[in-house]
């Protein structure tokens, strides 16, 4: 664990990277969406804005960037692939779930003050903010976990097999979309996956991601064990 806990504290080194990249974002488009909030008239009603949901997506990056910045620096320091792993993962579990308390938290204080006097919406977006805030606190803590552990799982097969096998990678999963949907139009399934989708909300959607994020987790650890730096 003292090792694991040394893995964190070295990704932390590149705080700009980790740390100031995501505030930027947050505060950046946090800004920019409140200055076109005041360009549009409030006769338009609501007036919704994704950007604030922004720093979800760095995620993805900081996955891959927490491996290829740091893996082989790491073994050059005789660091297991364990407790490089197990290191990595903790701190961005712990980013993660800070970031979606503050989403909550910034949810709950826009919903308050009317879009912040603009009837904006950018965290309080109303499928999940008229949810608990643990329901909130999960659906975005998932989320940025599957796409922080997407990109580290890419960058593990990059760091084992190279460009064939991000290659491989990619165009597997192309066909099996492609599989999933003839087979779906096929058979005539459709209107019950359209059904189904409907059904779905903040809290079954993040269980079935949270599912993904396992396996994720599992595949990364099992490329990790055997990739070169």
Known sequence: MNRAMAVARMQLINKWTFLGIPAVIIGGSFLLSLVIF????????????????????????????????????????????????????GLFTVLAAAISALYVILGIVETATNGWGLQGRMFAISWVADRSWFVQWFFYFVLMMFLFLLGFWAATVYKRWQATGVLVMTLSFAVLVVAAVALITWQGWWPAVGAWLITLTPLSLGALAFAFVLILGFAAFSTLRRATP
Not at 50 to 57: D, E, T
């Open 38 to 89: 005041a360009l549009i008239p409030n006769s338009v009603g609501v007036k919704y804005s994704g950007a604030g949901q922004a720093v979800m997506w760095y995620f993805f990056g900081l996955g891959i960037q927490s491996l290829t910045l740091s893996f082989p620096f790491s073994q050059g320091l005789s660091v297991s692939r364990r407790n490089f792993f197990l290191g990595t993962v």
